[in-house]
């Protein structure tokens, strides 16, 4: 997990309520990523940003928004539009440019009732 | 489209015995093949990694094979222990979108006593 805090480690919400997920830093590291985990899955990537103020939508976006106002924080808000948000969602970080080691954040739970 | 397979998804070895896990990817331009081992709650952790110039690496009981022309990567644990339990991920980079990797639905890996 190293330098990668993800808070709360388990989120409780409503159906149909915006909850933000938290995701900061301190490695210094230029791309962050967001991931989703199911069940018996892999980990499918939501969006990426490579630099601050840009991100790119991975290959679930829809129902998900991001910002990078600074490097050290990525968060990611889980909208009403998100049809199945009860998930794991995973931060993670790479120093830059080209396929890298990415590191992991300890995780989020999210469980919408 | 772009996609890891991973086998088996689940793996029950006898502490001692060796562990083999075998991932297929297909895109013939992936050049960038990491491992990761995730505990039960947490993120998971890079355990080792190998990129397209060479064939096989080790790092102590863990190795890994890479054969480029059947686009297939395996994972070698020998003398496998039981804090080994785990779930195991493989992945593959796409070099067009080079940020981006994706990932293997992941190997319950259990080492009986």
């Known amino acids: 997990d190293g330098g990668i805090t993800q808070s709360p480690k388990y989120l409780f919400r409503k159906e149909g309520q915006n909850v933000t997920l938290s995701c900061e830093q301190n490695?210094?590291?230029?791309?962050m990523y967001w991931y989703r985990q199911d069940p018996g899955q892999g980990l499918r990537l939501i969006y990426y940003?490579?630099?601050?103020?840009?991100?790119q939508k991975g290959d679930i976006a829809e129902g998900y928004s991001v910002s990078r106002e600074k490097k050290e924080s990525f968060p990611l808000t889980v909208t009403s539009a998100q049809k199945n948000p009860t998930a794991f969602y995973l931060c993670?970080?790479?120093?830059?440019?080209?396929?890298?080691?990415?590191?992991f954040g300890p995780g989020t739970r999210l469980t919408v009732l | 489209g772009e996609n890891v397979e991973q086998h088996p998804s689940t793996l029950s070895v006898q502490e001692g015995d060796s562990a083999v896990i075998k991932c297929t990817y297909s895109?013939?331009?992936?050049?960038?093949f990491p491992w990761y081992k995730q505990e039960l709650g947490k993120g998971p952790q890079l355990i080792i990694d190998?990129?397209?110039?060479?064939g096989e690496k080790k790092d102590q009981r863990i190795a890994v094979t890479l054969n480029k022309t059947a686009k297939h990567f395996s994972l070698h644990i020998t003398e496998t222990q039981p804090e080994d339990s785990a779930v195991y991920f493989c992945a593959a980079s796409r070099v067009l979108s080079s940020y981006k990797l994706i990932f293997g639905s992941g190997t319950r890996l259990l080492v009986r006593p």
């Open positions: 490695l210094n590291h230029d791309a």
């Open positions: 993670a970080t790479s120093l830059a440019g080209g396929p890298d080691e990415q590191f």
């Open positions: 940003s490579q630099i601050v103020n840009d991100f």
């Open positions: 190998i990129r397209s110039n060479v």
């Open positions: 895109d013939s331009a992936s050049n960038y």
